[in-house]
């Protein structure tokens, strides 16, 4: 792994490192609020069919949690230079919450930790097409690199979102 000091460091199939202000192209939308993100961690978790489970009663006990994570795929200006950063697989958290509304109701307990649209980050990834033109070789800004997501890590503060969810516009805490 390489930490990227120039544009030169962006190498067809290097693994890099690098640290710049993130923008979601297009954002990912976490699945409580509906609200843009760069990237969400989702954990939801059904009431438990055995009273006692994990340490309460059955109103609040967990038999099993769901957690899926999902990145959106984004772009840098690193060196007056266009990064593109596209994860190497995507989830639906918006389907996955909903199947799993559907599936428990009002007894569904999930929160959400994203990682806002915009914001500086620290990627780690594989250069996959290196420097290319797109388009005319006219283009001022000399083609875009990609890079394929490894790690992600956000450099400024992350907003969570713990809820019930939604019953008939209520909230249920």
């Not at 120039?6 to 993130?22: H, T």
């Not at 500086?120 to 083609?143: A, K, L, N, Q, T």
């Amino acid at each position: 792994m390489r930490r990227v000091r120039n544009l030169a460091d962006f190498v067809e199939g290097r693994r890099v490192v690098f640290e710049a202000r993130a923008v979601a192209d297009p954002p990912l939308i976490e699945p409580l609020e509906r609200t843009p993100c760069l990237a969400a961690v989702y954990r939801a978790w059904p009431p438990a069919t055995t009273v006692g489970v994990d340490g309460a009663s059955a109103g609040g006990s967990r038999g099993f949690e769901v957690r899926a994570e999902a990145f959106a795929p984004f772009f840098t200006d690193t060196f007056g230079h266009r990064v593109r950063v596209l994860p190497a697989s995507d989830e639906d958290l918006v389907a996955r919450h909903d199947a799993l509304l559907a599936a428990y109701g009002i007894n569904l307990r999930c929160e959400v930790l994203a990682v806002p649209a915009s914001c500086r980050v620290r990627v780690e990834g594989w250069v996959r097409c290196g420097r290319r033109v797109r388009g005319s070789p006219h283009r001022e800004d000399g083609g875009e690199i990609e890079v394929e997501l490894i790690e992600l890590r956000a450099l400024e503060p992350l907003f969570e979102v713990p809820r019930a969810v939604a019953v008939e516009g209520t909230y249920e805490e």
